[in-house]
């Protein structure tokens, strides 16, 4: 399985709302990702999972928190999120975190916050 | 943060015409990685292409790499109408914990 599934595939929140995005790969691989894209922009990193302990919050607002039950799932939960944050949202995992990084993306989110 | 520009950032072709796109970055690097993203989807990994490597083929792909000049080129050849997508670099930086930083991307139309 060289998968990395995400769900749901489109999320339409609002802003009191508490909603969780989920990520899921049985790759084996130890390091996992969430990035944010807006239109026509490159993927911003936001957090990053190193076997299983995050290791990289990018300065991302306490609104969006990010949770790695174990080696397989990692899930990104929203609250009271603003209009600004509708983007989507991508996972991804690489196979080790200390070698060379090639990373496998989910097909993405589509956040959209009313 | 944004490690990296491309040129051009947007390119219209004919199908059977050669794509070349160029990606400059700022810091030294590990490796440079080109990846794929049809619209609203995943991004796709294309090739990696390390620090001490001048050069790379994978099928109609050909990377280059400067580092003197900090710089990357992908070729795309006998592209094909299923070749449009954007298209990005990500640089791998030297002391970075193995985290990616993306270029701005150059979306590639081929015109059937």
């Known amino acids: 399985d060289t998968e990395v599934t995400q769900t749901p595939k489109h999320l339409v929140m609002g802003m009191t709302n508490k909603k969780s995005l989920k990520c899921e790969q049985h790759?084996?691989?130890?390091?996992m990702y969430w990035y944010k894209q807006k239109a026509k922009k490159p993927p911003e990193l936001m957090f990053v999972?190193?076997?299983?302990?995050?290791?990289i919050n990018e300065s991302v607002p306490s609104r969006f928190s990010p949770e790695c039950p174990n080696s397989s799932l990692l899930n990104l939960h929203l609250h009271a999120l603003q209009p600004e944050d509708s983007a989507l949202y991508l996972c991804?995992?690489?196979?080790?975190?200390?070698?060379?990084?090639?990373?496998?993306f989910g097909p993405g989110t589509r956040l959209t916050v009313l | 943060s944004q490690q990296g520009e491309e040129d051009p950032q947007a390119l219209s072709i004919q199908e059977g015409e050669n794509a070349t796109m160029n990606c400059s970055y700022k810091?030294?690097?590990?490796?440079l990685q080109w990846y794929r993203q049809n619209s609203g989807r995943g991004l796709v990994h294309l090739i990696l292409?390390?620090?001490?490597?001048r050069e790379k083929h994978s099928g109609r792909l050909r990377v280059t790499l400067d580092t003197s000049k900090k710089s990357s080129s992908l070729l795309i050849t006998a592209s094909r109408a299923a070749d449009t997508a954007s298209y990005f670099c990500a640089t791998d930086e030297e002391g970075s914990a193995r985290q990616l930083t993306f270029g701005s991307g150059t979306q590639l139309t081929v015109l059937p």
């Open positions: 292409i390390r620090s001490n490597e």
């Open positions: 991804a995992s690489s196979q080790d975190p200390g070698q060379y990084n090639e990373q496998f």
């Open positions: 810091t030294s690097i590990n490796n």
């Open positions: 999972y190193s076997y299983e302990k995050l290791s």
């Open positions: 790759m084996g691989h130890r390091a």
